[in-house]
Nanobody, 123 residues
Framework: QLQLVESGGGLVQPGGSLTLSCEAT????????ITWFRRAPGKEREGVSC????????QYEDSVKGRFTISRGNAENTFYLQMDDLKPEDTGVYYC????????????????WGKGLLVTVSA
């Protein structure tokens, strides 16, 4: 079992920055993917970005390309989503998720989920 705990959400003004963290504990397979999702108010959950630590591959949803950066920390079980130039439409609950059964960048099937945290972009 893998446990995922997110931190770092909050309120930020448009144009500002936030860094979300995802700490993974428990059994970590040699191959897995870490994915960030978000659910905006009144909308369905969508994949934002993913990383496969075993080869360093990263991927971004079009609306966040050039503004968000996914990375792995020096503590290898911690992952980050650096969010810059935030817009009101980035508001939502952000979730960290992982898959070991499908350990590649994909947004359709995750094995483990964090509880999520709220990011609000507002003046």
């Amino acid at each position: 079992q893998l446990q995922l705990v997110e931190s770092g959400g909050g309120l930020v003004q448009p144009g500002g920055s936030l860094t979300l963290s995802c700490e993974a504990t428990g059994f970590i397979s040699p191959q897995y993917v870490i994915t960030w999702f978000r659910r905006a108010p009144g909308k369905e959950r969508e994949g934002v970005s993913c990383i496969t630590p075993y080869d360093g591959f990263v991927q971004y949803e079009d609306s966040v390309k050039g503004r968000f950066t996914i990375s792995r920390g020096n503590a290898e079980n911690t992952f980050y989503l650096q969010m810059d130039d935030l817009k009101p439409e980035d508001t939502g609950v952000y979730y960290c998720a992982s898959s070991t059964s499908r350990p590649w960048c994909q947004y359709y099937s995750m094995d483990f989920w964090g509880k999520g945290l709220l990011v609000t972009v507002s003046a």
